[in-house]
């Protein structure tokens, strides 16, 4: 989620024009972003013809309770022997934030999977009967995670889960962390990432959120110009990511103009849900810990504390903005997949036991 907590103006084309931050790629807050307007000639305008097909095999729609699950995947080629790397989002967002990161995964690791989740609420994840979901608290958005991980194992016709590395960006690395916390997958889940977020500034940036729901345009005449919109305010700061990303976040009104497809300001009583303990969840997740920030400065006491302790990993990428995996999704690959292989313990070759070795007649 990007929540820009800066004054603007705003023209009569609804595009605000926002001054630079200074210091913008390490501001207090973690969960914001920079507000600069960067112009855009003729010659600079970025096509958006990007489609999912580019960075997944397949989309699989997932029916429980009452909700259509919406996700993107690219299966590993061996459930026994490659991980599937698990996406959530941030409010606001969709699956598709996550495209050049996959992308970028599979460069790295060819037979890995990936597997990137749009929350209820958000891209074409929708109810099956009735009005919307009114429930986005951090509990149900993990029960949602748990449910469509195991909903794709049993719609791919997986005989078990292969080894799992959740990763969560904003509010979506609380979600993972939520369920790292719960065990539910225990000896499968490998470790988990948490993108851009932590507990203490960005429940202080939640002051800031009101004021940039109500500033920033309610709609565009067309898909491109949200997407120009989203790398102009450096939002986004990856044109490629933005092109593929930004298109599945709108829906067209009866107007013709393309609108917001999330209703933020509906989920605002979970806003504080989200984030109060997250700093002690993650800290006690069951899991290898990786923490990816866009500035040092957002750590909060209790991170700095277990990060001192060696309790997780620390990765600050200082040229990103909030949405780092969108902005730096070479390095992002880079940090997730060295760190998978550093704690996967199945690809640990251990001596045979002394034991066994007596048992088959050889000296030891």
Avoid at 5 to 34: A, F, M, N, Q, Y
Avoid at 113 to 132: F, K, M, Q, Y
Avoid at 143 to 169: F, R, Y
Avoid at 331 to 356: C, H, I, M, Q
């Amino acid at each position: 989620m990007a929540w820009p907590p800066s004054s603007d103006t705003r023209s009569e084309s609804g595009i605000s024009h926002e001054e630079d931050l200074e210091g913008d790629s390490s501001s207090t807050s973690s969960i914001s972003t920079t507000g600069t307007i960067v112009p855009t000639s003729s010659n600079q305008m970025v096509s958006h013809s990007s489609s999912w097909h580019k960075y997944f095999d397949q989309e699989l729609f997932l029916e429980d309770g009452g909700l259509k699950h919406h996700v993107y995947i690219t299966a590993p080629k061996s459930i026994e022997k490659d991980p599937l790397f698990v996406c959530h989002h941030g409010a606001g967002s969709s699956g598709l934030s996550f495209s050049l990161l996959a992308a970028e995964i599979r460069k790295r690791m060819p037979l890995a999977g990936v597997l990137s989740i749009d929350a209820r609420g958000h891209g074409d994840t929708t109810p099956l009967n009735g009005p919307e979901t009114s429930d986005f608290s951090r509990a149900a958005m993990g029960q949602d995670l748990v449910k469509m991980i195991e909903l794709t194992k049993l719609k791919l016709g997986w005989s078990a889960l292969p080894n799992l590395l959740l990763i969560g960006h904003s509010a979506g690395g609380a979600v993972v962390t939520e369920v790292a916390k719960q065990g539910v997958f225990g000896s499968k889940l490998v470790g988990f990432a948490v993108l851009d977020v932590v507990e203490g500034s960005a429940l202080e940036a939640l002051k800031a959120m009101n004021s940039h729901l109500e500033n920033r345009p309610n709609s565009f005449p067309t898909v491109d110009a949200a997407v120009d919109w989203h790398v102009r305010t450096r939002t986004i700061r990856n044109p490629t990511s933005a092109s593929a990303s930004v298109p599945s976040i709108f829906r067209k009104s009866q107007s013709g103009d393309w609108v917001w497809r999330t209703d933020l300001p509906a989920t605002k009583e979970y806003w504080e849900d989200w984030f109060t303990g997250m700093s002690s969840n993650f800290l006690a997740g069951k899991a290898a810990k990786l923490l990816i920030l866009a500035g040092t400065d957002r750590l909060d006491k209790e991170l700095m504390i277990g990060q001192m302790q060696g309790k997780f990993q620390l990765q600050v990428f200082p040229e990103a903005g909030h949405f780092v995996h969108e902005d730096s999704p070479e390095k992002t690959a880079d940090t997730v997949v060295e760190f998978f292989r550093r704690n996967d313990r199945s690809a640990l070759v251990l001596p045979p036991k002394v034991g066994d070795l007596i048992a088959q007649g050889k000296k030891v």
